[in-house]
């Protein structure tokens, strides 16, 4: 397969006339030359955090704070959960699923609620699927070893030491909310060396060191923050720091589209363009070790075309600025996964 169009090429997103190269679902040659397209060929995004079991209650709870929202075990989420059949989550997370494979979502880190059942859940959403999740269960250590790895909720909600010491064990990944209401939960949560953190709303500077010198990605959600009131994170400081990588959070809150996560981190944070692209493909990629999220040679070819001449695109300055500020799925013209 060929692909042709304007390639924003490798970990700057340097925009080049040419084509991309695929053989057995791998990139094996970007090539620079003359064409006629007028496509925009990018990686496919990685949505580092998502809750899609809320799938079943969008737009539920309306002016309830962010513990009444999603505390466990009795916030409002959890009580929802518990109600639905199975059939009825694997129903709503199949339908959240296709919606990001339709704007170009190649994979998720996923965490997911409700112990061995969740995992196996999701994993009936996911049939038939071409997106990737990275499941990360919660609640026991049965839902790790069932999954990729263990998402905590955080730390001021249980201890997770010998959990977290299970999953180093059995070599899958760990991740932890903090930060997210204040800092007091920051601390403790880096004592279990985690594998990431998400939210970082209120790193302190000690936190924000530990981070620096540990080397700890930081996943951030910041329409879910602003939706619960929690406030945002400082994105450009977490930046200076280490990779941050952009996730969309809870589907009772936001739709998974990346690229409303982009715009409007793109247009509240002072942040170049190229870094938030960065944020919503390979940034995530890498925390879960997933070998897309660059237009690269040896890279999987989770792939995303845009419609270059379609009435939103038509006559941009700026391709990475635009893919990250105002492209949508109408601009959508095909995903590879």
């Known amino acids: 397969m060929q692909l042709e169009g304007t390639v924003l090429r490798g970990r700057d997103f340097e925009p080049v006339e040419g084509r991309v190269v695929v053989e057995d679902g791998t990139i094996t040659a970007v090539e620079e030359t003359a064409t006629d397209s007028t496509d925009i060929i990018l990686p496919a995004f990685v949505n580092a955090h998502t809750h899609l079991g809320d799938s079943i209650a969008k737009e539920a709870g309306g002016g309830l704070s962010l513990d009444e929202l999603v505390a466990p075990p009795d916030g409002l989420k959890h009580r929802l959960l518990r109600a639905a059949s199975t059939e009825e989550k694997a129903a709503a997370m199949a339908r959240s699923l296709r919606m990001m ?24 959403a996911l049939d038939g699927r071409d997106i990737e999740a990275v499941i990360l269960g919660r609640e026991t250590a049965d839902a790790m070893r069932e999954a990729d790895g263990f998402g905590a909720s955080g730390a001021r909600d249980a201890e997770f030491g010998e959990l977290r010491t299970e999953t180093a064990a059995a070599g899958k990944l760990f991740g ?15 004592d279990l060396d985690p594998d990431f953190l998400v939210h970082m709303v209120y790193p302190e500077p000690s936190h924000l060191q530990r981070v620096e010198d540990n080397e700890i990605p930081i996943v951030v959600c910041p329409r879910s923050n602003l939706v619960t009131g929690v406030g945002v994170p400082p994105i450009r400081e977490l930046v200076e720091r280490t990779t941050v990588a952009l996730g969309t959070d809870n589907v009772m809150l936001n739709s998974p589209s990346m690229f409303r996560e982009m715009e409007f981190t793109s247009k509240l944070a002072d942040v170049p363009a190229v870094e938030i692209l ?20 040896g890279r999987d070819a989770k792939l995303l075309v845009l419609d270059g001449d379609s009435d939103n695109l038509a006559g941009v300055q700026d391709v990475v600025r635009a893919v990250v500020r105002r492209a949508g799925m109408a601009d959508v013209k095909n995903v590879y996964l």
Do not use: K, W
């Open 176 to 190: 932890i909310h903090a930060g997210e209401r204040d800092p007091h939960d920051v601390a403790p949560a880096l």
């Open 278 to 297: 960065r944020m919503a493909t390979v940034n995530g990629a890498d925390i879960a070790d997933l070998n897309y999220g660059l237009v690269e040679e």
């Open 101 to 124: 494979e339709q704007s170009g979502t190649a994979a998720c880190l996923e965490f997911r609620e409700g112990g061995v059942e969740g995992v196996e859940t999701i994993r009936m």
